[in-house]
């Protein structure tokens, strides 16, 4: 089996070498390639990432301009290569030392996809973030039938075989929703384990905004109609 870890990045120069070093060295057992994928960063990140491609086991994509997180995650889905993908994004939010835990009932063949929540570890959320995403799961929940607690997770963990049938329209952060809610509407039964979670603040880089979150809300009505 091999891993394939999907980075979709946007001017995270403080952070990228970090989070790449970090996923290198978590051990999985199993071969992993990187996959990254730059949103035409500005801040110096991609003079960074030129240290990292020519690693064999990184592969990186620079975009002529950004389209979003979505269609970054899209690109590296289109040149994954392993049985088993994870996404992770470019800032130290999550932790790549928790991949064990998020992969263990994959390689079991307890399930086919993995979501690592935030609400079920040790998280701590300004008030406005836990508003929207307890506003946005209770409502996916209530639409689709299901029990929920973190669809907008970073942390998504499938096999490959999972997505399967799937198309996906939505470019940025709402692509986190798109996903979760056609792997429900396609049966694809998912786990949730606990992770811990770290948030930046806006002065510190965070970039998902209310916007993001309404169009996160369009998705999961759309899609269940």
Known sequence: MKLSVIIPVYNEAATIREIISRVRRVEVGMPKEIIVVDGASSDGTREKLKAEEAAPDTRVIYEDRREGKGAAVQKGLELAAGDIVLIQDADLEVSPEEYP??????????????FGSRFLGKARFRYASLFANKVLITLANL??????TDILTCYKVFRASALKGLSFECKGFDFDCELAVKLIRKGVKILEIPISYNPRTYGEGKKINWRDGFKSLRVVVKNRF
């Open 101 to 114: 835990a998020l992969l263990k009932h994959i390689v079991a063949n307890e399930t086919d996809v993995v």
């Open 143 to 148: 639409l689709y039938g299901t029990g929920l």
